[in-house]
């Protein structure tokens, strides 16, 4: 699955290649992984291209190549973070996952942003070369969102910060020289800092703007749910970068997370197959564990449905299902050493049992 180029000694892979390992485990969301996999693709392009500039001759020259930093759109649960985590396995690449709510701007009380930098340091067991290709993801980005601008209403609850958040990232973002704790744990110790240039750190932002308004048009209930086999979800439903500069997002800080990609509510049909295909899926976990005890597990199809079922109910996403499983398991488990040898099937009614008394 790993090719190698002939002429350049570098791991290379394909968008194709990115996009068939993220499909393993990330199920629906079309659109997303293969824009993810482009935007990881030319971000190594350009780590490259400009790898092989010769010193100095391309100083004052702007580069051609933008960084490909993405700013995923999408409801709870859906994949955002799970996408990520899953790129940066197959790029073997460290990384994290920030909250931009835990943040302040420049000069107040509270974790600088640099602080992201400086787990990414620690995420590559303090291998700063390593550091600098990793990636980085900042989830709730929504909630640093501008208050209190244009015609919206009830932005009040917004982080009165959350500007200056904004402002403090976009150096980080565009890539800089920046000075990080060597000891997270002891970041005010002014001695044991370390540079690190986020030029080729790969940034990841995320938040689901549940409320966010398309276009100006009255709000859209979910996320569309018109889109084709593709993904194609037609352009006129799209978050557009004014939508999101009315939400509160500073044009400076979307001009630096250029690879826009919105995901979709997971379906019902979807929900499914999360919990049965991925390899790592919650069923085979269950499955797993349980024949060691020499038991065998199974669902009737129309159990799956009573789960998924109970879990949209829920509103979300595919982060109830691990939950869920738990309840049901929670007396097999128990039971499991003395029922050697027997399979046990999970029918609808069963499932309804065990779930109304969670
Ligand atoms: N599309 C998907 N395919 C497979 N598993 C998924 C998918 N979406 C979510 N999951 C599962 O649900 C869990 C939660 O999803 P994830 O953390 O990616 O949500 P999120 O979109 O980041 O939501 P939030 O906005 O609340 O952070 C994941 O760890 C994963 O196990
Ligand atoms: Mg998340």
Avoid at 4 to 23: M, N
Avoid at 52 to 64: A, D, H, M, N
Avoid at 156 to 162: A, E, K, N, T, Y
Avoid at 167 to 190: C, D, I, R
Wanted: glycine share 8%.
């Amino acid at each position: 699955m790993v090719k190698t180029l002939q002429h350049e000694d570098v791991r290379w892979l394909s968008p194709r290649d990115i996009y068939e390992y993220l499909d393993q485990y990330v199920i629906g969301q079309e659109r997303a992984k293969r824009t993810v996999a482009i935007a990881a693709y030319n971000h190594f392009k350009r780590i490259h291209a400009v790898a092989k500039e010769p010193p100095g001759k391309s100083r004052f020259k702007k580069p051609l190549l933008k960084k490909s930093n993405i700013l995923m759109i999408g409801p709870t649960g859906c994949g955002k973070t799970h996408i990520a985590r899953n790129l940066a396995e197959i790029l073997e690449v460290p990384f994290t996952v920030s909250d931009a709510t835990e943040y302040t701007e420049a000069g107040y009380y509270g974790k600088d942003v640099e602080v992201m930098a400086g787990e990414l340091l620690y995420a590559a067991d303090m291998d700063v070369e390593k550091a600098q290709q990793g990636i980085i993801f900042i989830d709730e980005v929504d909630k640093i969102a501008r208050r209190d601008h244009g015609s919206r209403t009830g932005a009040g609850s917004r982080d009165i910060g959350g500007e200056g958040v904004q402002q403090a990232l976009l150096k980080m973002l565009e890539g800089s020289q920046v000075f990080v704790p060597y000891n997270l744990t002891q970041h005010w110790n002014k001695h044991d800092f370390v540079q690190m240039d986020t030029t080729n750190i790969l940034f990841i932002c995320a938040g689901t703007f549940t409320d966010i308004q398309r276009g100006g048009r009255a709000h859209v209930a979910g996320f569309g749910q018109q889109e084709d086999s593709s993904g194609h979800k037609p352009l006129e439903q799209r978050v557009t970068i004014k939508d999101l500069m009315d939400y509160g997002m500073i044009a400076e800080f979307l001009g630096r997370v250029p690879v826009l990609v919105e995901l979709d509510e997971l379906s019902e049909p979807e929900l499914q197959r999360i919990i049965t295909e991925p390899p790592d899926s919650v069923l085979n976990e269950y499955k797993a564990l349980l024949a060691l005890d020499g038991i065998e597990l199974d669902f009737t199809p129309a159990a799956f449905r009573e789960i998924v079922a109970f879990a949209k109910k829920r509103k979300v996403g595919a982060r109830g299902l691990r939950t869920i499983f738990e309840e049901l398991m929670h007396d097999v488990m128990f039971d499991a050493p003395e029922n050697r040898g027997e399979r046990i099937v999970y029918g609808a009614p069963e499932v309804r049992e065990k779930l109304s008394q969670a």
